[in-house]
């Protein structure tokens, strides 16, 4: 048949290849930002090559015992978002970025163009424009074949909201849904009920640095992760995030993470706090998202 090769774009072959084991997919319409979230499991080497509206996307990977090369060539008027993943890793020591060490047990900079996104769901990830990048992690990488399954989980229990209040920076309200303009509930309280059909949204304006949404849990409580679901409205995700907690609402301490959000479900890890309140504050901005919570859980993991 002259339609089933494995070269067109609708075969399933063509699209894994570059989508689920290079990672590579818009992150925004238009490829404007994209990201690169390798999942390469027992390959050793790769190359892709994806056209888009702004031009050639070409991604590289190439594994040793030692080093975990990811190489990009990012067309013009472009971010992207490039993770490095933990999984390809029995150990890692430090990562260099076009031959200048970024990273060792924490982001270290010095690389113009190179900016950090955070620790976060299986990823190292950072944030580059256009042009060409090489990253190389050193360190002891799995190459077994298969690779081994990964590790369980975390135990972790999440705290009951039975009681807790919320707030934010706008006041509660509604906006209008569809062509038929239903007016839909749109207040804080909605991000901690338990529903995640229902959630909070500021929909005054779009996404700016100072926005933030505030939990108050009624006593002085431990954990160590917060999850931000919005499912429902999947770029919505906080452009940019600074969690600070408080024992009275009113003094706050400095961030305990910082990062961006991800499509759908973005979840926040941080050493062990113990507070009765905590904050998340928008740091980043977008022309075209408001930000979104529709469900928010506080988690202590063990």
């Known amino acids: ?120 769901a299986g990823y190292l990830r950072f944030k580059v424009g256009p042009g060409i990048w090489r990253w190389v992690a050193r360190g002891s990488v799995i190459l077994a074949s298969p690779k081994p399954p990964a590790a369980s989980p975390r135990p972790e229990t999440s705290l009951d909201p039975r009681g807790w209040t919320a707030s934010a920076s706008v006041a509660d309200g509604t906006f209008l849904f569809s062509g038929a303009k239903i007016p839909i509930d749109s207040a804080a309280a909605n991000a901690i009920d338990g529903d995640a059909w229902t959630g909070w949204r500021d929909m005054t304006q779009t996404q700016y640095p100072g926005q933030w949404f505030q939990v108050d849990m009624k006593k002085e409580q431990t954990f160590s992760k917060i999850v931000l679901d919005n499912t429902w409205a999947l770029w919505d995700s906080p452009a940019g995030y600074s969690v600070t907690v408080s024992a009275d609402g009113k003094s706050w301490s400095e961030p305990i993470s910082k990062g961006a959000g991800q499509l759908g479900i973005t979840a926040i890890r941080f050493p062990h706090q113990k507070a009765r309140y905590l904050r998340i504050t928008q740091t980043g901005a977008s022309s075209k998202y408001h930000w979104s919570i529709y469900e928010l859980k506080v988690c202590l993991e063990r």
């Open 1 to 120: 048949d002259a339609a089933s090769s494995l070269t067109h774009g609708w075969n399933p072959p063509a699209l894994i290849l570059s989508q689920v084991i290079a990672g590579i997919a818009p992150v925004e319409p238009g490829w404007t930002t994209f990201q690169v979230m390798p999942r390469e499991a027992f390959l050793k080497s790769l190359k892709v090559v994806v056209p888009s509206i702004k031009g050639n996307i070409t991604v590289g990977v190439e594994k040793t015992e030692s080093t975990y090369c990811l190489s990009l060539e990012a067309p013009e008027k472009t971010t992207a978002i490039v993770g490095i993943p933990w999984g390809a890793f029995k150990s890692l020591d430090d990562i260099q970025v076009n031959g200048t060490t970024i990273w060792k047990e924490d982001f270290q900079g010095s690389v113009p163009g190179v900016t950090w996104v955070g620790d976060d």
